[in-house]
């Protein structure tokens, strides 16, 4: 298949898949310019027999049908085409840049609540898309969405799997067998069974929320013999409000669980909501209580504003080359060894190497928000197992400045990092902290702090 062009139009350039019902190919449009690359899924019936021929026939009239009826939601690939030749079977899709979820789900680094409960907002809010289409996905996991990479949004991919639902199971009424599809660990047991409903869906959403939060694939979960309930949340940091919606998701028996993606979204959306509703209270008072407040906290902060290590004192590093100086801990190692390829001047080491600041300057002429792009690539190009958590603004030296929080392995050890980037006319300064998962919260104040005293 490769090099062969379809309908004279798309050229096959690569393989980059097998699935359920045939082979996945990454493709260009020659028909228009770039970028153009799209996807071309090729139907493959195992054999020539008319009955199986119609069946596969069936299935990818069922595809096209489902990608077009979805329409042309920003977050569900768009349907180009879809082709017959003699007894070959071709979908044209929209090609999603980005990366799927098996990149932010590093296995055994169980990830922030908050990010965790943000990641199944996102896709639960594709799939309210989806659903009141009346449309089951039927295999939603990791693969199968993607961060695109332009905006950061969920993008739900592969409705390879979906079944059309064309009236609501009412009362003992059971759903029609079909073709049984799934993704071990995220397949609920009515869709094993081959009688997928919405709530089957929600379950595997529910699974990769599991797999978050406790760093463990849902295939290596325990489960109570009796009752099917999951065992997942003994020794893991979680709170109840969470766990709870979790384990509704996941519940057994699909009558047990949220029964439409909207209710799944607003159970959600009320743990995420913690604004307080504040009584009516007299301004002057109000103004009083703030400015007292901020006083409050301008002393405490005096108070404490020496560093936690090398008991308070401190040293100071000097760069003349580029009008640099930043405080730092009298015990942390310096290590001065420049690396003219990733910019590196500094590295701060703590004395047991379990923390380091690496400060790295290069020449960049475009804006903030485009380098703090361009530094998310290269994070999930080149930091092994390198998953974006958390972005940010912040002020660096009283410029403005951007974050990003991001896990990783270094060699066998499970990390996080801390990037803090500003911008001074054609330089762009990038400060690293980078620890053990284990470590990182321990000698993050003092990161912050040596941060907090550069001076540019």
């Known amino acids: 298949m490769i090099g062969r062009i379809i309908t004279a139009r798309y050229k096959i350039i690569e393989k980059i898949g097998n699935g359920s019902f045939g082979t996945t190919y990454l493709a260009i449009d020659t028909q228009i310019p770039e970028p153009n690359e799209c996807i071309v899924k090729h139907f493959t019936p195992l054999s020539t027999e008319p009955e199986l021929l119609k069946k596969s026939k069936e299935l990818f009239e069922r595809e096209a049908k489902t990608l077009n009826q979805l329409g042309k939601h920003p977050q569900i690939p768009m349907l180009l085409a879809h082709i017959q030749e003699n007894q070959d079977f071709f979908i044209v899709q929209e090609y999603i840049a980005g990366h799927d979820l098996t990149q932010e789900l590093p296995n055994n680094v169980p990830l922030n609540e908050d990010f965790v409960i943000k990641l199944i907002k996102e896709i639960i809010e594709v799939l309210v898309i989806i659903h009141e289409q009346e449309v089951i996905h039927r295999d939603l996991n990791p693969k199968n969405i993607r961060r695109r990479i332009t905006d950061k949004k969920i993008v739900i991919i592969d409705f390879g799997a979906v079944k059309e639902i064309s009236t609501q199971y009412v009362g003992n009424q059971q759903p029609q067998n079909g073709t049984i599809i799934g993704t071990p660990g995220y397949t609920p047991k009515e869709q094993a069974d081959g009688n997928p409903v919405f709530s089957s869906d929600i379950y595997a959403v529910g699974m990769i929320g599991i797999q978050a939060i406790t760093g463990i694939h849902p295939i290596n979960l325990s ?234």
Request: with cysteine; charged share 25%; net charge positive.
């Open 223 to 456: 489960v109570d013999s009796r009752t099917g309930k999951l065992i997942w949340r003994n020794d893991i940091k979680v709170s109840n409000k969470l766990a709870d919606v979790l384990d509704k998701m996941v519940s057994y028996r699909h009558q047990d669980r949220y029964l439409t993606a909207k209710s799944a979204l607003t159970a959600l959306e009320n743990i995420s909501d913690k604004k307080l509703k504040l009584p009516k209270i007299n301004p002057l008072f109000l103004k009083v209580a703030f400015t007292g407040l901020i006083i409050t906290i301008a002393v405490v902060l005096f108070l404490n504003r020496r560093f936690p290590e090398c008991g308070g004192k401190l040293a100071t590093y000097q760069n003349t080359e580029y009008n640099l100086n930043i405080k730092y801990p009298e015990c942390w190692q310096r290590d001065e060894s420049a690396e003219p390829f990733s910019g590196k001047i500094l590295t701060l080491i703590q004395p047991q190497e379990n923390a380091k600041l690496i400060i790295s300057i290069s020449q960049y002429s475009g804006t903030l928000d485009n380098y703090q792009k361009l530094h998310i690539q290269d994070i999930e190009n080149h930091l092994e197992a390198g998953s974006v958590i958390e972005e940010g603004k912040t002020i660096v030296a009283n410029k403005p400045g951007r974050t990003i929080i991001a896990t990783g392995k270094n060699g066998d050890k499970n990390i996080k990092n801390f990037y803090v980037m500003t911008l001074r006319e054609n330089q762009a300064y990038i400060f690293t902290y980078s620890a053990t998962i284990a470590d990182y919260d321990k000698f993050l104040p003092t990161a912050e702090k040596m941060i907090q005293s550069l001076e540019l």
